[in-house]
């Protein structure tokens, strides 16, 4: 079965750090291109951040970049994303998602069930 598993949200203050993991069962990470997503309530999803298969390239939203690094972790078969700097309005659910080679916000195969990253003071 294909699975894709988020971890590692929480509650934490704003500026403070999370680092999300994204594993994955039945498929190889490796061979796909992984995005993150969230969704904060009452809002509609938005792509964060994207590893691209084929390049190896990265690409943010405007909204976090130089604050969220993603990377991979071909031994483990896990995708991580590490959240700096974190702001109020990072609150959301956060999915990691898994499509053909080349990055986009669109056109996912397969998603995790999400974990919700709350910043609260």
Sequence with gaps: QLQLVESGGGLVQPGGSLRL???ASGFTLEDYAIGWFRQAPGKE???VSCLSRST???YYAD???GRFTISRDNAN???YLQMNS???EDTAVYYCAARGF??????????GQGTQ???SS
């Design 102 to 111: 080349t990055c986009s916000w669109r056109n996912y195969d397969y998603w």
């Design 77 to 79: 078969n896990t995708v």
């Design 63 to 65: 909204s976090v970049k």
């Design 21 to 23: 993991s994204c594993a």
């Design 45 to 47: 999803r938005e792509g």
């Design 86 to 88: 974190l702001k109020l």
């Design 117 to 119: 990253v709350t910043v």
């Design 56 to 58: 190896g390239g990265t």
